[in-house]
T-cell receptor, first 116, second 115 residues
Framework: GAGVSQSPSNKVTEKGKDVELRCDPISGHTALYWYRQSLGQGLEFLIYFQGNSAPDKSGLPSDRFSAERTGGSVSTLTIQRTQQEDSAVYLC??????????????FGPGTRLTVL | AQSVTQPDIHITVSEGASLELRCNYSYGATPYLFWYVQSPGQGLQLLLKYFSGDTLVQGIKGFEAEFKRSQSSFNLRKPSVHWSDAAEYFCAVGTISGGYNKLIFGAGTRLAVHP
């Protein structure tokens, strides 16, 4: 079956512009995660969605970052007024979110964002 | 606070040699532990995971890992490395937060394989 897909694969933008990154999770997966992978910071958790529950936004680095998940499926991560330090690979993952934790997260190929 | 340490940033081995990648974690409860591999330009692929039970876990591509609670370690091993194993390897601990599994990753170990 299809895995997690992300678009675009690469995005180059100018400082100060807004960008939107898209994630299509695996069909039937109720949990969706965004992570950021940047040089010197490794992989950082950003935000988590589970069904209709309020998302856990505890990992978002600033109020310029926001995310939404429409219809419990596709998610969009939006970065407003981009800064050069936002340059990174943004990874999306989805899982079945079995109770008790420990379920496997399946990752997409990522979106490489470059802010000039 | 939960954390994952991968002491080796870069490792180079010869093809056919054995491999061990180190991972130490800090977590108050019984951890969920994972190893992921990331090939250039690719997303993360799960190699193996430990939830409970047998402390020696078998994964894909001939990898295995051993959970040692006394050492807070979850080292990844492979008896004979192939050139296609060159990639970056991430150890992660799953922390239960609000009933779901947030992954905390180590910094990664980049593996180079010499022919």
């Amino acid at each position: 079956g299809a895995g997690v897909s992300q678009s675009p694969s690469n995005k180059v933008t100018e400082k100060g512009k807004d960008v939107e990154l898209r994630c299509d999770p695996i069909s039937g997966h109720t949990a969706l995660y965004w992570y950021r992978q940047s040089l010197g910071q490794g992989l950082e958790f950003l935000i988590y969605f589970q069904g209709n529950s309020a998302p856990d936004k505890s990992g978002l680095p600033s109020d310029r970052f926001s995310a939404e998940r429409t219809g419990g499926s596709v998610s969009t991560l939006t970065i407003q007024r981009t800064q050069q330090e936002d340059s990174a690979v943004y990874l999306c993952a989805s899982s079945l979110a079995r109770t008790g934790g420990g379920d496997e997260q399946f990752f997409g190929p990522g979106t490489r964002l470059t802010v000039l | 606070a939960q954390s994952v340490t991968q002491p080796d940033i870069h490792i180079t081995v010869s093809e056919g040699a054995s491999l061990e990648l180190r991972c130490n974690y800090s977590y108050g409860a019984t951890p969920y532990l994972f190893w992921y591999v990331q090939s250039p330009g690719q997303g993360l692929q799960l190699l193996l995971k430990y939830f409970s039970g047998d402390t020696l876990v078998q994964g894909i591509k001939g990898f295995e890992a051993e959970f040692k609670r006394s050492q807070s370690s979850f080292n990844l091993r492979k008896p004979s490395v192939h050139w296609s194993d060159a990639a970056e390897y991430f150890c992660a601990v799953g922390t239960i937060s609000g009933g779901y599994n947030k992954l905390i990753f180590g910094a990664g170990t980049r593996l180079a394989v010499h022919p």
